[in-house]
């Protein structure tokens, strides 16, 4: 049998997108089959589709979950089928929303680190920020692209300590919508930058109860469960993020890799930043160089350490300075900087 979600004809609910489902059962065997297909509303063209075998019988709790992932992962998650969506309209010049936009060059800005796109996605969110005062979600995307401004030591935009405009934003965020997830794990992100350590696990761990299925949240608290030293426990939420989410975001490699470099785990090193990108983020281009120096790979590491200083100058400029920020221990740290030196950091 086919549903749709319920839809209120005259003043009422309607959305940028719709998702169908068909369940059937065949006429042998234990299982149903499921598909499901996200449309986009406006000219009902197929934004994603997907299909699974399901029990025909009650689904215990863990059977439900893997379903709920298997939808709203490929769909709602970071450079998901709506953010993809929404940036190809962007793209091709098509009406819509601000708020669509904002959130499309947001993403667009993640994915390829460029100057121009960082620009063009903090006066959207910025200008959103004032056009929909009475939703938290762009204050905390706004928080982000300040840490990131933070972290990368990159030409200020703002606010001349983007660090303190983050927490202000995130705190915004909260006020307006406590029972949401988002703003307390940005807020953890910022508090864990500033060394209120035990805060920031609070509200991460929070955070996950308030939304167990986010893989961000789950990548968040693993990296700060790694900082502190619970490395089982850090690894086990870094990975199970990455295999709930194909396209989850590459900030995640740089602990999977500092996971691995604290345990002296050269070969889990390296498969952690295999495939990563330049222009993704500083601290993984920046691992980089070191864990290919450690491994005698002089090469890999010069050109790593070529495209560190070409796509974050500053990071490269002070590399010390960019690993103090990440409040990582002296100790790697020093490890860390002596491995580097090699290839001439």
Not at 79 to 86: E, H, K, P, Q
Not at 204 to 229: F, K
Not at 331 to 339: D, F
Request: with cysteine; glycine share 6%.
């Amino acid at each position: 049998r086919g549903f749709t979600p319920a839809r209120v004809a005259e003043g009422g609910f309607d959305s940028d997108y719709q998702l169908h489902g068909h369940l059937e059962t065949p006429a042998r065997g234990s299982q149903i089959e499921a598909s499901f297909r996200l449309m986009h509303s406006a000219d009902k063209r197929i934004v994603w589709s997907g299909a699974f075998n399901v029990p025909q019988f009650d689904l215990d709790a863990g059977e439900r979950s893997a379903l709920i992932r298997s939808i709203a992962t490929p769909v709602a998650q970071p450079f998901g089928a709506v953010s993809s969506d929404l940036r190809s309209r962007v793209e091709s010049g098509a009406p819509g929303p601000k708020s669509a936009e904002c959130l499309a060059r947001f993403d667009d800005y993640w994915e390829v680190r460029s100057e121009s796109k960082r620009r063009a996605a903090y006066d959207c969110v910025l200008l959103a920020t004032r056009l929909h005062s009475n939703t938290s979600l762009f204050p905390v995307l706004l928080s982000s692209l300040y840490v990131a401004e933070y972290l990368g030591d990159l030409p200020r935009l703002g606010p001349e300590s983007p660090l303190e405009a983050a927490e202000e934003a995130a705190k915004h965020a909260i006020r307006m919508a406590p029972g949401r997830s988002h703003p307390y794990i940005a807020l953890s992100q910022i508090l864990n930058l500033k060394r209120d350590y035990d805060k920031a696990q609070r509200l991460a761990e929070r955070a996950l109860e308030m939304n167990p299925l986010d893989t961000a949240i789950m990548a968040q608290l693993g990296s700060i469960y790694v900082l502190r030293g619970k490395l089982t426990q850090g690894g086990q939420l870094l990975r199970h993020a990455i295999d709930a989410n194909p396209s989850y975001p590459s900030w995640i490699q740089f602990y999977i890799f500092l996971e691995a470099w604290i345990r002296n785990d050269k070969v889990a090193q390296l498969a952690a930043l295999k495939g990563a990108q330049a222009t993704e983020e500083p601290d993984v281009t920046l691992a980089r160089v070191v864990a290919a120096a450690e491994a005698g790979d002089l090469d890999e590491a010069k050109l790593a350490l070529s495209q560190l200083r070409a796509s974050f100058p500053a990071i490269a400029a002070a590399p010390k300075a960019a690993l103090e920020r990440l409040t990582l221990a002296p100790e790697i740290i020093e490890r860390m900087l002596q491995s580097a030196q090699k290839v001439g950091l």
